[in-house]
């Protein structure tokens, strides 16, 4: 199997198991809110009832967002290339900001890169940079977001070990939207699901070219300012 067909096969995992995450977080919820249904005569351990969002997010509340651990899909078309598939791992970190309750705006960027394609002592990698806005809303353990992303793409050729020359190095920018899709499984970890196409290149990029990220990976949260409880 060469290389492109890895690269294909990678793809259709990564999509259907953000497709399979986002069923298997959907049954739970449902099994979840009808095992704890109210029943006469019957305790419910309150640690084990689905969390409400907005009944722990106030108004003013700041979040660090850490995501230490991303399976990555890098689609990427270079000047003059052909077109680019890679898998890889990857690492972002940002802040959320509460505007109301159980809605807030998320600031973040990270790192991707491929693990890399060795052919005729000559490796091939791929690396992507990235910045984004979200608009956020929660919804009991659920959280959708929708926004604007910048990325900064690379295609690397790189020489013969240990200290590889850079042989090749083309770059793309460009912005597009960025959708987010997140699961909370316990207070502080969310597992998640993200799409980051292009829609408008920007220079060095000679023209337009369809490009896109597509991530599956783990956030943890921490409050660090909370804000301030409104009165009902």
Request: proline fraction near 6%; aromatic fraction near 14%; charge should be positive.
């Amino acid at each position: 199997m060469n290389r492109r067909a890895l690269d294909y096969a990678a793809m259709k995992w990564t999509t259907n198991f953000a497709v399979g995450l986002i069923a298997v977080c959907v049954l739970n919820s449902c099994s979840v809110t009808k095992l704890f249904n109210h029943q006469p005569g019957v305790d419910r351990p309150v640690s084990s009832l689905p969390v409400d969002s907005a009944q722990i997010s106030n108004k003013g509340d700041w979040r660090l967002t850490i995501s230490p651990f991303q399976i990555v899909e890098l689609n990427q078309h270079p000047d003059y290339e052909d077109w680019m598939m890679g898998s890889g791992f990857g690492i972002s970190g940002g802040a959320d900001y509460f505007y109301s309750p159980g809605k807030f705006l998320h600031f973040g960027g990270g790192l991707a890169g491929e693990v890399g394609e060795i052919l005729n002592s000559v490796t091939q990698r791929l690396y992507s940079r990235y910045f984004y806005a979200l608009n956020n809303v929660e919804l009991r353990r659920w959280t959708f977001g929708y926004g604007l992303h910048y990325t900064i793409n690379n295609w690397m050729l790189l020489g013969d070990l240990p200290n590889p020359p850079v042989l090749v190095n083309k770059e793309t920018r460009a912005m597009g939207i960025a959708l987010n899709l997140q699961y909370r499984i316990s207070h502080r970890f969310f597992l998640y699901t993200s799409y980051r196409p292009n829609l408008l290149a920007l220079p060095p990029t000679t023209g337009y070219r369809y490009e896109d990220n597509v991530v599956i990976g783990l956030d943890w949260k921490l409050r660090i300012r909370p804000g301030k409880k409104e009165s009902k």
